[in-house]
């Protein structure tokens, strides 16, 4: 997959400690986001459309993804 | 000169294991008032230098922590394992100690800063760096606090003493000044060592009296470094570039040759079960990955295949960097060394029992 951090978008991070595995980011960002065999994102890439970021933060139900 | 200057001119890097700029961290801890903490554990699997910087040099140490502190020394506080033998000097020092677990990532520095603060001494998610203050997950708030490791303090106080330009004698120009080297395991005489980058490691096993016969591999930087073969480890010079070479480092310098007695596929099945036991169970990529990874060495171990290998080295490559602390980068990497290191060992072991005819279930 090419990185995309060059594109124009926010850098989205996980609280590791806060991730509780509910794995709404990888449909709230898919292509972005996937999950691991345990259920834990893996973040493909770090820059998101500002607008799909905010709901992401927005729908994380353990409030665990934040925008650097 | 201020210390900041001295230590800029001098090139100290944190010697517990991130070499990071210490003239960076103590600049950053004035301007933030921070408060120091000692980190004092010896927490990496091997590490015994902390302990021998307090039982050597107690006096030296606690002059540097004034020089970080700007003579504060009520802004002190000294991190050890609880019962060590090294909280007990710190005490009857009338120092300020902070009794730490003695489990693996209680003495990671996060996790010093939240036992510090009053909370569990387990990792923090690093927002930013805490020398600037910040918050845990849940919001508490834990006050602008600096964490270097024993060794990296006393020689803030050397370099103080003896000048910028006697620290640069030792190492290199990349690497400068002296450092401690724990060397253990199967040696004739492990022991405390002082090197300067670019030694080689050859002579670092001489000074202990050389490896015992038969020697499998050496660790090198414990459960967060990784595994040389015996000749790797005869041609290569302990430094940064070094260690590179085979994805570590210098780390908190640590060299501990692998027991001759048994089968280096069970020391690795013990020391990656023990990494994963030692998970604060935080964050899911580690509590619930580490152990996948231990479950699937040890049925390499047992019986090796294909498919195994696979599942292995997948896993192997999804959990580095997921975690709050490095623990799991840590013990990802040891295994991905193991399993370069010992390759020849484990198709060996595809043939039938183990071929060194070395007992696969030691008691230890």
Same mark, same amino acid.
Do not use: N
């Given at each position: 997959m090419p990185s995309t951090d060059r594109e124009v978008g926010v850098r989205i991070a996980v609280d590791r400690v806060l991730?509780?595995?509910?794995?709404v980011c990888a449909r709230t960002l898919p292509g972005r986001i996937r999950l691991d065999e345990w259920g834990y994102p893996i973040v493909?890439?770090?820059?998101?459309d500002p607008v799909d970021a905010d709901l992401a933060v927005k729908l994380c139900p353990a409030r665990a993804l934040y925008l650097r | 000169m201020t210390i900041v200057e001295e230590l800029e001119r001098a090139g100290l890097t944190g010697?517990?294991? !991130?070499? %990071?700029?210490t003239a960076i961290k103590v600049r950053a801890a004035h301007d933030n008032d921070a408060d120091l903490v000692v980190n004092? +554990? /010896? $927490? &990496?699997?091997?590490?015994r230098k902390d302990a021998w910087v307090v039982e050597h040099h107690l006096a030296e140490l606690v002059e540097g922590a004034r020089l970080v502190t700007s003579g =504060?020394? /009520?802004r002190v506080t000294y991190a050890a394992h609880r019962g060590s033998r090294t909280a007990d000097l710190l005490t009857r020092a009338g120092l300020e100690v902070l009794d730490v677990?003695? =489990?693996?990532? *209680? *003495?990671e520095e996060t996790a010093i800063l939240s036992l510090l603060h009053g909370g569990l001494a387990k990792p923090m @998610?690093? =927002?930013?760096? %805490?020398v600037y203050g910040g918050r845990d997950s849940l919001g508490k708030r834990i006050a602008p606090t600096v964490v270097l490791n024993a060794e990296t303090v006393w020689r803030v106080s050397q370099v103080r003493r003896n000048g910028p330009d006697w620290f640069r004698? %030792?190492? @290199? /120009? @990349? &690497?400068p000044g002296p450092r401690l080297v724990s060397v253990g395991g199967a040696v004739a005489h492990p022991g405390i060592f002082e090197v300067g980058s670019g030694v080689p490691i050859r002579d670092l096993l001489d000074a202990a009296g050389g490896l015992e016969p038969r020697v499998p591999a050496l660790l090198v930087g414990g459960l967060g470094g990784v595994l040389l073969t015996t000749d790797e480890a005869a041609t290569t010079a302990w430094s940064g570039p070094g260690m590179a070479a085979y994805g570590? *480092?210098?780390? !908190?310098g640590v060299i501990e040759a692998l027991d001759p007695t048994r089968c280096p596929l069970d020391v690795v099945t013990d020391l990656v079960t023990y990494g994963a036991g030692e998970s604060? $169970?935080?964050c899911g990529p580690c509590m619930f990955g580490l152990p996948a990874v231990a479950e699937s060495w040890a049925e390499l171990a047992r019986d090796p295949n294909q498919q195994t290998l696979d599942r292995l080295q997948d896993r192997l490559g999804v959990?580095?960097?997921? $975690? !709050? +602390?490095?623990h799991p980068d840590g013990v990802t990497r040891f295994v991905g060394s193991a399993l370069r290191v010992l390759m020849p060992h484990i198709h060996e072991h595809v043939a039938g029992p183990c071929p060194l005819g070395r007992s696969r279930h030691a008691v230890h």
């Open positions: 991730c509780t595995g509910h794995g493909e890439a770090v820059a998101v | 010697r517990g294991g !991130a070499a %990071f700029s004092a +554990c /010896d $927490g &990496e699997v091997g590490a =504060r020394r /009520d677990p003695a =489990r693996y990532v *209680s *003495s @998610t690093k =927002r930013l760096p %805490f004698r %030792f190492g @290199t /120009d @990349t &690497e570590g *480092s210098m780390g !908190a604060a $169970g935080q959990i580095p960097g997921r $975690g !709050a +602390c490095h």
